[in-house]
């Protein structure tokens, strides 16, 4: 929380500065700290993530640091004893809170909320901040560097969802599990499926950033893809010059591949942009063409 941790280092610095020179009578210093206190407390008011979320620290020996991860449970899961389908999203500062996000939130918890019967566990994992190309492309680029996809998605699968089932009642195989993501994470979540069709069954792949890992197309000309794979692509038109040539193109090596209709779902949305906006208006078709089979 950026804004929190700023004016937490402010005031103390405040406070060294009432204390070594004492200009301020103790109840003046009382009082700011009450101020202090409010504003704090307003500013975490501000949170607008429902209180079907939650979040943990877990180790992340991978990628050899920590994540925070973001849990929503379905609004009947309290109340039930049902297993649920687990969907694992990426940059889970953006899905859930208007105040961690970086340029407005998914809402992906008030959309689950609406839901009545077809709901699911999902489990936001928190991106490294400058550590994020790392994470989330499975080759290094040249300028940008990256390339620990391959650790990061190794911890998903061997640390965070045995942990998730452990924890929550879940439907553990592949046919319940998704991965999900924008961007670099729709990259990620393309290439889980992949790489791990035993793991994750289907991809949510928004605005995939096919350009920065090319051999993601020779990837797909060596992967065997079960029938049981499903991918969602959505992308726009305004997204820059090479996102929709890479994606036709991605779609017809798909096709070539011997998919068939119902493993793919596509839509090229006409001035569509990159950013949470756009994502946000398509995510619960993407939710629901994915999960509609598994209820």
Known sequence: MYLVEKLIVFSRQIITFINQRRIFSMKIKHL???????????????????????????????LDTLKTIWVYLPTNYKNSEKEYPVIYMHDAQNLFDAETAYAGEWKVDEHMNTLVDNQSIIIGIAHGNEKRIDELTPYKHDKYGGGQGDAYLTFIKNTLKPHIDATYRTKTDAAHTTIFGSSLGGLISFYAVLKYPEIFGQAGVFSPAF???????????????PETSKFYFLAGTDEGETMIPKLEDMLELLSSKGLKENQIESHIIEGGQHNEKFWVEHFGK????LQKKLF
């Open 286 to 289: 993407a939710y629901d063409w």
């Open 211 to 225: 350009w920065i890992n090319p051999e993601i197309f020779d990837v797909v000309k060596s992967a065997q893809i």
């Open 32 to 62: 700011y700290l009450i101020v202090l206190a409010f504003l704090l407390n307003k500013i975490h008011s501000q949170t607008t993530a429902s209180k079907e979320v939650t979040k943990f620290i877990i180790a992340t020996p991978q």
